[in-house]
C-alpha cells in the first residue's frame, strides 16, 4: 500500500494504491494462537490486496458515513486506487505537539475517546482506531482512516468493538508511561457505560491473561511498555493482557514485536 498528498481543486487529497496482500503466514500465525488460547476478539481479519482491499476500503467508508461516523470522502477510483479527501491531521502528530501539556492531552484523548464510544453506539466498527489512524480536524473534529480490512470477516460486532478499544489502548500506552492512571480513568469510564456484551469478553480475557503482565514488567523495555498498558486498563476492564500474551510469546522468541506488526499493520 502507498499513500500519495496532492492537491485538488485547492484542497488537500490523498492517492491511496493497494499493493497485493502480504503477510499470510505472520497472520496465520496470530489466528492460530488466538484460536488455541480461545480469544477470538484477536483474530486478525485478512489483509486483503490490489482491488479487494480497496473495494473494501470504499465499502468500509460508505458503511460508517451512512451511520454518521467522520471518514474521507471517496473523490474518485481506478483499478487499485482511491482518491480520498483529507480530514485533518492525525492524533499521534497533536499527541506529539502537545506531549509537555498534560491538560492538552488528556483534552484530546478524552474527545477521541467520546468518538470512538459514540461510533460503536451507532453500531459501527473502527477497525484499527490507533494515533496514526484517527484525525482531527481545524475544528477539533474526529475522524477515522485506513478500512482496507474488515474485521467482521473473522468475528462478530461485539468482538470487533472489543478489539477497537484494545488496538486504542495499545497505541496510547507510550504517550501516557509516566501518568497510567488519567488514561485508565478516561478509557473506565467510556467502557463502563459500554454494551455489556463487549464487557463479557473484556473480563473473560481478563480472567485469563491479567498474570502475564506482571511477568513482562521485569522484561526488556517493549515487553514493559505492553505490560504497563495492560494495568493501565485493568481498573477499567482487565482485558487488554489478551494481546500481551501474544507479544510476549513473539517477543521471548526473537526479540522483535512481528505479531503486533501483523495486527495494527
Do not use: C
Not at 483499478?79 to 479527501?85: N, Q, S
Amino acid at each position: 500500500m502507498a499513500v500519495q498528498s496532492m492537491r485538488l481543486a485547492g484542497r488537500r487529497a490523498w492517492i491511496k494504491r493497494y499493493g497485493q496482500g502480504r503477510r499470510r503466514l505472520s497472520l496465520g500465525s496470530l489466528d492460530l494462537v488466538a484460536r488455541k488460547l480461545d480469544l477470538p476478539a484477536l483474530r486478525p481479519p485478512p489483509h486483503h490486496g490490489g482491488p479487494l482491499a480497496k473495494e473494501t476500503e470504499r465499502r468500509r467508508i460508505a458503511e460508517l458515513d451512512a451511520l454518521g461516523v467522520r471518514v474521507p470522502e471517496v473523490l474518485g477510483e481506478n483499478g487499485d486506487t482511491l482518491l480520498l479527501g483529507d480530514i485533518g491531521a492525525t492524533l499521534s502528530t497533536r499527541l506529539r505537539a502537545v506531549r509537555g501539556d498534560p491538560q492538552a492531552m488528556d483534552g484530546l484523548v478524552a474527545k477521541t475517546i467520546a468518538a470512538i464510544a459514540d461510533a460503536h453506539r451507532r453500531g459501527a466498527y473502527l477497525g484499527q482506531p490507533l494515533p496514526r489512524n484517527i484525525t482531527l480536524d481545524a475544528g477539533g473534529a474526529i475522524g477515522f482512516i485506513d478500512f482496507e480490512e474488515d474485521p467482521l470477516e473473522v468475528m462478530p460486532l461485539e468482538q470487533a468493538q472489543a478489539r477497537d478499544w484494545l488496538l486504542f489502548a495499545f497505541g496510547m500506552a507510550k504517550y501516557y508511561h509516566d501518568r497510567p492512571e488519567a488514561l485508565a480513568r478516561m478509557l473506565g469510564e467510556v467502557m463502563r457505560a459500554g454494551p455489556p456484551q463487549v464487557g463479557r469478553h473484556a473480563r473473560h480475557v481478563g480472567m485469563r491473561l491479567h498474570g502475564i503482565a506482571r511477568l513482562a514488567r521485569k522484561l526488556g523495555r517493549s515487553a514493559r511498555t505492553f505490560a504497563h498498558a495492560v494495568f493501565v486498563i485493568h481498573g477499567a476492564t482487565a482485558w487488554l493482557a489478551l494481546a500481551l500474551m501474544l507479544l510476549l510469546i513473539d517477543w521471548i522468541g526473537d526479540g522483535e514485536l512481528d505479531l503486533l506488526q501483523a495486527i495494527v499493520g
